[in-house]
């Protein structure tokens, strides 16, 4: 069956030779089992056509870090947040992440598994095709594998791809408070073993981070994570710088999230490195930090930058990624271009993905938007209703 996308005003891509934006006019898609297999104006063999009303055409949006597997809501900490409580004073008073664990472990597989897919399903209509789901509110080896089956099942229900990342070393369970240790030979010796047996997660993630998970502890678990052929991911220097981002260059993470308390030698790590850096602006505004990632100096020192949205019901519940080109736009000092290079092509190779989405081009995955716009100014100019402008989103082929 061969899906001919007509009546385009502009295709609009990312020219990975010339490192800018790539516009294609006068052209017609041709797609065949959800790929791309002809981008021109003379295709003659096809079954049917899709209309495209004088949309502007981009490619599905990649959203590379997102927490959405937990149950309820921590609306509480708002409150909490608006009195004048720090993300680390919450934590310490019994919020944080170890209450989403708490509620985790309380609900079944099935509720587990009916929040998550409510917390996942409106991800599409914001235009997002491919997402990152980590792990990370169950922190025993039986929780952490009940979120990363969940995930699975969720994968197989929606048509949004989504790819799984181990999180156990979130945060230390309460159990594990005072034997810390102890933990992090269950996450090397148990729970990666598992994960990696089940093929339940591509990536190993660690949250890095002062309070948290040192640079010692994350690198014993990140090379512990590649010998069984994770792929390691950071979330590195999120509140206080730590040398996490020299980590992620050390071990050869794929990317190195936060960034806001990066500093001059984290920077030039990550410039001598592939390793992608990937800001979550819409966790510096959702907890109300005035310390956004600087993406201007990062891209300036010839790192690749990726934006995702960070979706988790602690720190930020943006779902939308024309929320957060917006935010990186204004607060992160990157341009329009470079922010929608963020959400497609530079957030493909994060999640090693660059030869099958992130680009409009032959042999790629048909993962497309067609947006009512007419420049591509318009998608975070609308920010939180961009989607309204969303005519339809097609994912490997299949209209939505
Ligand atoms: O990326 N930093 C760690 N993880 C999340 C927060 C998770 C939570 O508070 O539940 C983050 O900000
Ligand atoms: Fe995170």
Known sequence: MKTKIINISKIISWNVNTNSIEIIKDKDILIESGKIISISKDIDSYDEIIDGEKCIITPGFI??????????????????????????????????????????????EEELYLSSLNNIKPFLSFGTTTLEAKSGYGLSLKDEIKSLKVIKKINDELDIDIIPTFLGAHDFPSEFKNNKKEYIRLICEEMIPQVAEQELAVFCDVFCEKGYYSVEDSRKILETAKQYKLIPRI???????????????????????HLMAINEDGINALSKSNTIAT?????????????????????????????????????????????IMFLAIQSCGLTIEEAFLGVTYNGAKSLNKQNEIGLIKENYNADLILWNISSIDEIPYWFDSANTRIYKVIKNGKVL
């Open 63 to 108: 959203d590379t870090h997102t927490h959405p597997i937990f149950v309820g809501s921590r609306a509480n900490e708002f409150e909490m947040r608006s009195q004048g409580k720090t993300y680390q004073e919450i934590s310490k008073m019994g919020g944080g992440i170890n209450s989403s664990v708490n509620s985790l472990r309380n609900s079944s």
């Open 235 to 257: 979330h590195a220097d999120e509140f206080v710088y730590s040398g996490a981002a020299e980590l992620a260059q050390e071990i050869g993470a794929i990317s190195a999230d």
């Open 279 to 323: 800001l979550l602006p819409g966790t510096t505004f959702f907890l109300n930090k005035k310390n956004y990632a600087d993406g201007r100096k990062l891209i300036d020192n010839n790192c690749s930058v990726a934006l995702a949205t960070d979706f988790n019901p602690g720190t930020c519940t943006i779902r939308s990624l024309s929320n």
